[in-house]
């Protein structure tokens, strides 16, 4: 089936740095989301993106919608130790089943304070 | 909180045995979702339901059904469970179609399931 290549897997860093991680894919996606995932919670959605190079912020977290529609990307900026969880990318593909979403396999986020 | 309810939160059970696990979707939306969430296997589309009707399929087992009442709860079914079959269940819904901003999934704090 449809992949999203999401990378890095994990991520182990400083409090106060920023945080950049991606979802690719071969296939084209006319909607791109971000999740955040805390252990034995539901994911919880951060940011959406409808349009390709739509640019949207939430708080300290920066969202891309590529311009090929075949990727996007999720910042943090100044991370904290709250930040820590595991964070997904989905994207609904072109011409896909409505509302079906493709999952990336997760960032895990390891903030040290 | 997303305003998706699912119950019950955990629930232990043997192989061979039938479960069945409920989620109320956020006030309004008429679509609903099921996901299976393994530890090696990441977010796992199952089934979508659209106002009671089944409306998309994906990697779900005939061991497994659901469905979405007139009141637009849902109900996955999990027969005949296997130790495999342990796992986070997720129901996500969302409220309309056509518009890719009602599309948006919002989900449930989940079940975890264990089979022993």
């Known amino acids: 089936g449809q992949q999203l290549n999401q990378s890095p897997q994990s991520m182990f860093i400083q409090e106060g740095e920023d945080v950049s991680m991606n979802c690719t894919s071969s296939?084209?996606?006319?909607?791109w989301l971000w999740y955040k995932q805390d252990p034995g919670e539901g994911p919880v959605l951060l940011i959406a993106?409808?349009?390709?190079?739509e640019l949207t912020s939430n708080g300290r977290l920066t969202a891309q919608f590529g311009i090929t529609r075949k990727d996007s990307f999720l910042n943090i900026s100044a991370s904290i130790p709250s930040d820590v969880g595991i964070y997904f990318c989905?994207?609904?593909?072109?011409?896909?089943?409505?509302?079906?979403?493709?999952f990336g396999k997760g960032t895990k986020l390891s903030v040290k304070p | 909180d997303s305003g998706v309810t699912q119950t019950p939160k955990h629930l232990i059970t043997a192989t061979g045995q039938r479960v069945t696990l409920r989620c109320s979707p956020r006030?309004?939306?008429?679509?609903v979702y099921w996901y299976q969430q393994s530890l090696d296997q990441g977010l796992q589309f199952l089934i979508q339901?659209?106002?009671?009707?089944?409306?998309a399929k994906g990697n779900i087992l005939e061991r497994f059904s659901a469905q979405q009442f007139p009141d637009l709860h849902s109900e996955l079914n999990l027969s005949s469970l296997e130790l495999g079959d342990s796992a986070l269940y997720f129901c996500?819904?969302?409220?309309?179609?056509?518009?890719?901003?009602?599309?948006?999934?919002?989900f449930g704090p989940g079940t975890r399931l264990l089979v022993l």
């Open positions: 006030s309004g939306d008429l679509s």
């Open positions: 339901y659209y106002n009671g009707e089944e409306r």
């Open positions: 993106l409808y349009k390709a190079g």
């Open positions: 996500a819904s969302s409220a309309e179609r056509g518009r890719r901003e009602g599309e948006t999934q919002y």
């Open positions: 296939s084209i996606f006319n909607t």
């Open positions: 989905a994207g609904r593909l072109y011409g896909g089943s409505q509302g079906n979403l493709i």
